[in-house]
């Protein structure tokens, strides 16, 4: 099968690699479309030690599957594979399981090819009538329900009002999931024009390029993770608020510990999402709460280091590119 495989630093190599074999328990699904995430950009700089070359990077992706009892469904697929037998999987905190493993991070190779294999326990049905497309955002976005989900149960009082910093897929994902959630008043920072004006234009979003002065938030979802947002953070929220961080940007620096302390002001990092998480941003897919989800930009797999290099210049308006095999299913 063809693949996109990351060989190095700010180098893809679109070539043949052995389709994957399925073993006990799994499926393998032939890809319609995957999406180019941040964490794969970090890896394609070569920033990210858990992911050494060569390697297929990818892991929001959707398709169907061939072969098995399952043959021909269509299934959007949770990257994240949990042993479901430790105390975390146990307490359905999965996420945090230590043995767990994500495609596209050794062992398991990515989704930027014509196929990958995945347990069944991680392939979740998508309805005839809603399209791979937007099943293909279920991942992102289920990282800022999981955020919204645990910011809320930790805030106490009013949850009306919050501050998104950053606008890609994993802040987008965060907004839409506030309102899905019930908070109502939702602010976008995103300081990058061209970005600005689609999340405004093409995706219904309150998009402004920095952080308006003078006005508290109950909830800020950190969704960029530099020292400069978690500054931009803890100076936002209000006593008794709440951050949700989701960015993996850089390690330290930012935080204002003692306005935090003071005001005892919650600060809660969050990582990817729960089984039951995947599952309910799926249904809220399905059922339309959050939006027609016609923002992403597609393009080919064989064009898939042009799409890297174009995200890597700030030349990509769209929250997210969305990249197709050739041999993805006609029905996507």
Known sequence: MKALVYTGPENLDYCDVPDPVA???????????VGICGSDMHAYLGHDSRRPAPLILGHEAA?????GPRDGQRVTINPLVSCGTCSACR???????????????????????????????????????VALSKAALAEP???????????????????GKALVLGGGAIGLGAALSLKAQGVADVIIVEPNPTRRAHLIDHCGQNAV?????????????DGVGYATTRATAS???????????????????GLDIRRMTLQEITFIGTYTYTAADF??????????????????????????AKAFSDIRSGAVAAPKILLRPETAPERS
Request: glycine share 14%.
């Open 23 to 33: 073993t006990g328990g799994e499926h393998v699904v032939r890809v319609a479309l």
């Open 63 to 67: 398709g169907v599957i061939e072969g």
């Open 91 to 129: 307490e359905g905190r999965d996420n945090l399981c230590p043995t767990r493993q994500i495609i596209s991070m050794p062992p398991r190779e990515g989704g930027f090819a014509e196929m990958v294999a995945m347990p069944e326990s991680n392939l979740i049905a998508v309805p005839d009538d």
């Open 141 to 159: 976005i289920a990282c800022g329900w999981h955020a919204v989900r645990l910011s809320l149960d930790a805030l106490q009082g009013t949850r």
């Open 209 to 221: 390029a920095e952080a308006p002065e003078g006005i508290l938030f109950d909830l800020v979802i």
């Open 235 to 253: 100076a936002c929220a209000r006593p008794g608020g709440v951050i949700g961080h989701i960015g993996l940007g850089e390690d330290t620096g």
């Open 279 to 304: 599952v309910q941003t799926t249904q809220a897919i399905y059922d339309g709460r959050l939006g027609p989800l016609d923002w992403p930009e597609t393009r080919s797999l064989a064009e898939g």
